[in-house]
């Protein structure tokens, strides 16, 4: 399993940006589906991003798209979800995931075999 690590949250304004990073520090990237998924109190964990680690074709969920970028350097072994124009709805704690082999077509939680520890964002109105 991959270990990975999250970092980059915080607390913003409603409109502002921030920018979560994912270092795998074991488990080559590029043989993954690297993910981003957030959980909301009370609310089932949802996924927001994928990418292939690879690099590749990525996908969004339609509540972020036009708004939060996911990329990778796979020669740091490192995932990002750049997230602009946030709202108070986006509000939770954001996980990175890995899932080796290929991307599928969406995100599932079951899918993926490993799971960072998470890093809270928190959007103010």
Not at 12 to 35: F, K, N, P, T, Y
Not at 99 to 116: A, F, L, N, Q, T
């Given at each position: ?32 589906c690297m ?53 108070p709805e ?19 939680v079951e ?15």
């Amino acid at each position: 399993l991959q270990q990975l690590v999250e970092s980059g949250g915080g607390s913003v304004q409603a409109g502002g940006s921030l920018r979560l990073s994912c270092v795998a520090s074991r488990g080559d990237i590029g043989e993954r589906c690297m993910g981003w998924f957030r959980q909301a109190p009370g609310k089932a964990r949802e996924g927001v991003a994928h990418i292939h680690g690879g690099g590749g074709s990525t996908y969004y969920a339609d509540s972020v798209k036009g708004r939060f970028t996911i990329s990778q350097d796979s020669a740091s072994n490192m995932v990002y979800l750049q997230m602009n124009r946030l709202k108070p709805e986006d509000t939770g704690m954001y996980y990175c995931a890995g899932d080796y082999g290929d991307c599928r077509p969406y995100m599932r939680v079951e899918w993926y075999e490993s799971w960072g520890q998470g890093t809270q964002v928190t959007v103010s109105s």
